[in-house]
């Protein structure tokens, strides 16, 4: 079962020109956004796989997946399960880790003074530590750990699962640029997390980093393994770019800078997700124009058309807006939209406030205070400020969910040598209507329909799976709204 994660390109021409954060009282809301933080990251530990560690906040979660990667001789254990299934997917696991480096990076600071950047940092390097054991052997790569398709067949928690731990990996031979280039990506962003607190670490992130981009542009080709779950409908030049963003704010090296300002490929979006990075980069690489180097004025103006898009007050506004006020733009983890959009634009606005500039969508203009607003305002409605009056956070606030789409939260905690029935399990477990047993705190469900409607029913995969990227996308955001300055 489990709901497909498509993220279709949503690519729209744009005609438009081309941080200091700023004060935002949790008061002014009502939300406690520190402890919607601390649960976001608790959500991500009870996504982890392989030998869980002493420190472990999640109660009825046990170690897992602890002979992955046996049938090739090698230790694939660690990482995470993506959403609500038992697979270990490469690519939306790759994009989890990046953009919650992007978080420990902008708003360390902020998460520092919420007493979470030991829980961050740590949460990434359950991810890095994954993707180098991944990535032992030049030119190969393993992108994924589980057989979907068979997983889907057996409703039962990943530590009692039985279904086969098969392995997927690139290669020259067979390339998956996209993995590839979004790996680097993660592992570029996690150096510069490290750099001052585990210096040697982050080296050898960064040099693995380099590595494997010079991979993904070398042998250039789209990996549809992971189809129907994770198609990149994109294509890949999109993640090149991003791995060269990364690396260029990690090393300052000229060669990324030049890979970026004349190889790299563009594009004005109304979207960024773990399918589609171009806004991402693009407001990245705006602060090395806004610091003086005039030749990155394409990526200010891209940037700006994509806060054009998507802000409801301007003139270029394309996307879709529930009656509540929601980003909506497909079924199924729609949130993730929500998650994602608000970080760029809260990362955007401190850059704007920081060097005194605006977005500028035809005649109008948008200061930094117009973008932080838009943020506030969706991730507010995520956590109960919204026509349900209800937080979509499990565990949060005002009549949170209570049947996440979840296998191992929605199952009751068995002996691990217990031998589960898949055709029982989805009787017993998935069409139960009750709560789980166990409570996936922290966990941002998929949400409500275009038209704010939503039905706490485990059954309904696309408003009740969470996925890792919905919650780290919202990590930067949430430590900021929690901050008083």
């Not at 979660?61 to 002979?67: K, N, Q, V």
């Not at 990535?135 to 009692?160: A, F, I, M």
């Not at 589609?276 to 690489?285: F, M, N, R, T």
């Not at 049947?403 to 009751?412: E, F, K, L, Y």
């Amino acid at each position: 079962m489990g709901s497909l994660r498509w993220a279709a390109v949503a690519i729209v021409a744009v005609v438009v020109l081309g941080a200091m954060p700023m004060c935002l009282e949790a008061a002014e809301s009502g939300f406690d956004y520190k402890e919607a933080l601390t649960k976001s990251l608790i959500f991500l530990e009870a996504q982890r796989s392989g030998k869980l560690p002493a420190n472990n906040r999640v109660p009825w979660r046990g170690d897992s997946g602890l002979e992955d990667g046996k049938p090739d001789n090698v230790d694939l254990t660690g990482g995470y399960y993506d959403a609500g299934d038992n697979v270990k997917y490469g690519l939306p696991m790759a994009f989890t880790i990046t953009t919650l480096a992007w978080s420990a990076i902008f708003y360390r600071s902020q998460i520092q003074a919420a007493g979470e950047l030991g829980h961050v940092q740590e949460a990434i390097r359950w991810g890095t530590d994954y993707f180098l054991k991944c990535s032992t052997k030049r030119n190969h790569l393993y992108v994924q750990v589980g057989d979907p398709r068979l997983d889907h067949q057996c409703w039962v928690r990943p530590e009692n699962m039985q279904t086969p731990r098969t392995l997927y990996k690139i290669s020259e031979q067979q390339p998956g640029t996209e993995i590839a280039a979004e790996t680097s990506a993660a592992l570029a962003a996690a150096a510069i997390v490290f750099r001052h607190d585990d210096h040697p670490y982050s080296h050898r992130l960064l040099n693995k980093a380099k590595l494997l981009f010079k991979f993904a542009k070398t042998y250039r080709g789209t990996y549809d393994g992971e189809c129907p779950f994770y198609c990149s409908f994109s294509g890949y030049n999109d993640e090149l770019q991003w791995a060269a963003t990364w690396l260029y704010m990690a090393t300052r090296n000229s060669t990324y800078r030049q890979y970026l300002l004349e190889n790299s490929l563009d594009a004005t979006v109304s979207e960024y997700s773990w399918d589609l990075k171009y806004a991402g980069s693009q407001i990245l690489l705006t602060q090395f124009y806004f610091e003086g180097d005039k030749e990155f004025e394409d990526y200010k103006n891209l940037a700006d058309s994509f806060i054009c898009s998507v802000l409801p007050e301007s003139a270029y506004h394309q996307i879709y807006l529930t009656p509540g006020g929601m980003i909506y733009l497909r079924d199924g983890a729609n949130t993730q939209y929500v998650t994602s959009t608000s970080l760029l634009f809260s990362v955007y606005s401190d850059l704007l406030a920081k060097y005194k500039q605006h977005v500028t969508c035809g005649n109008q203009n948008f200061g930094p205070e117009s973008l932080m607003a838009f943020a506030k305002k969706q991730m507010d409605y995520l956590l109960g400020k919204n026509p349900q009056q209800r937080s979509y956070m499990v565990g949060y606030g005002n009549n949170p969910p209570t049947q996440p789409h979840h296998r191992g939260a929605s199952v009751p905690v068995l002996s691990p040598s217990e031998v589960v029935s898949c055709a029982l399990s989805f009787v017993n477990w998935f069409a139960k209507n009750a709560p789980n047993p166990n409570e996936l705190t922290g966990a941002i469900v998929g949400g409500p329909d275009r038209n704010d409607l939503f039905q706490d029913r485990r059954f309904d995969g696309p408003k009740l799976e969470p996925c890792t990227y919905i919650n780290s996308a919202a990590v930067g955001v949430l430590a900021k709204l929690a901050s008083p300055h």
